[in-house]
């Protein structure tokens, strides 16, 4: 008797387990397909009926179909994901007036001629020409490789330059190194990349 009060108590206990399994699973699955701060919208997992159908299936969004997904009033449409935000986010894809005056997020805002976006403090920086000198003295330090692209870049809050050079010739291995230049001439990063095959 103790034998059956036993396997049937284990049974039980299996039974209630995998059903509690079972519905975390589905909760999770529904909560990891709802787009986050759409408070006002209705939810389903299920085949997309389309557009229009008074329903914001999982493949659509705010700004590709407003009338099912519509953002509440005070939240700002992100054309890049389609999802609402309910205050200004930087890197979201939209220039709002707040970012543009402050000059805080030129993520989204993008900068004037002349200008790099500093991403580290989020904010326009100028650009500067590299002198001839400058990029004798850096090709004199790198002799046997051949410079491939200078580009508009920074490090932390200052203006810099970014000399990329092909280093094959030196590893006999398809290799690649970047110099961030300063204003002032000075070198403070050089990164060394190996390319393999397959």
């Known amino acids: 008797m103790k034998t059956i009060n036993i396997v049937v108590f284990v049974i039980a206990g299996l039974v209630i387990a995998a059903s509690a399994f079972l519905f975390f699973q ?25 557009c229009g159908d008074g329903i914001c299936g ?44 402050s000059n805080l997020c030129c993520s989204d805002c993008a900068c004037a001629g002349g200008e790099v976006c500093n991403t580290y403090l989020e904010s326009c920086q100028r650009v500067f020409e590299i002198s001839d000198g400058q990029l004798s003295a850096v090709k004199q330090k790198y002799p046997y490789y051949n410079l491939t692209s200078i580009q508009n870049g ?33 070198i403070v990063t050089e990164d060394r990349v190996i390319f393999t095959t397959n």
């Open 26 to 50: 589905n909760k999770e699955s529904i909560e990891s397909n709802t787009p986050p701060n759409q408070t006002n919208a209705q939810f389903i997992n299920q085949e997309k009926k389309g």
């Open 58 to 101: 999982i493949d659509e969004g705010c700004n590709d179909c407003p009338q099912d997904c519509g953002c509440a009033k005070g939240e700002t449409c992100s054309q890049t994901n389609g999802v609402c935000y309910g205050k200004e986010v930087c890197g979201d894809g939209i220039c709002t007036t707040l970012e543009k005056s």
């Open 154 to 186: 920074y490090y932390y809050d200052l203006p810099a330059k970014i000399l990329s050079f092909d280093c094959t010739r030196e590893s006999f291995a398809p290799c690649g190194v970047a110099v961030t230049l300063l204003e002032n001439g000075s």
